[in-house]
Nanobody, 127 residues
């Protein structure tokens, strides 16, 4: 069982930055691939970024590539999402999620592969 708690959301102006963090409980954090997803009002939840269990592989949605950076610190059981050059269209509730290694590299962007989810943190980007 893994419990995930996100922090770091808030209100920021367009062009600004925020860093989200997701703290995980349990001693098996380093065994899980981690992902960030987001859901804007009236839209379906979408993939943002993912990172492999050791941190050697990272993946991004095209819409955030070059602006967002995912990283993890397994010693702290925490995954981060550094968001730079924020746009109003980045406004959403951001969720972190954890999944096992099996099939990670082929399906990291699919919600169905993630077993554990956080409660979400609101990010609002104003113009």
């Amino acid at each position: 069982q893994v419990q995930l708690v996100e922090n770091g959301g808030g209100l920021v102006q367009a062009g600004g930055s925020l860093r989200l963090s997701c703290a995980a409980s349990g001693r098996t954090f380093s065994s899980y691939g981690m992902g960030w997803f987001r859901q804007a009002p009236g839209k379906e939840r979408e993939f943002v970024a993912a990172i492999s269990w050791g941190g050697s592989s990272t993946y991004y949605a095209d819409s955030v590539k070059g602006r967002f950076t995912i990283s993890r610190d397994n010693a702290k059981n925490t995954v981060y999402l550094q968001m730079d050059s924020l746009k109003t269209e980045d406004t959403a509730v951001y969720y972190c999620a954890a999944r096992t290694r099996l099939g990670f590299s082929a399906s990291y962007s699919y919600e169905s592969g993630y077993k554990y989810w956080g409660q979400g943190t609101q990010v609002t980007v104003s113009s």
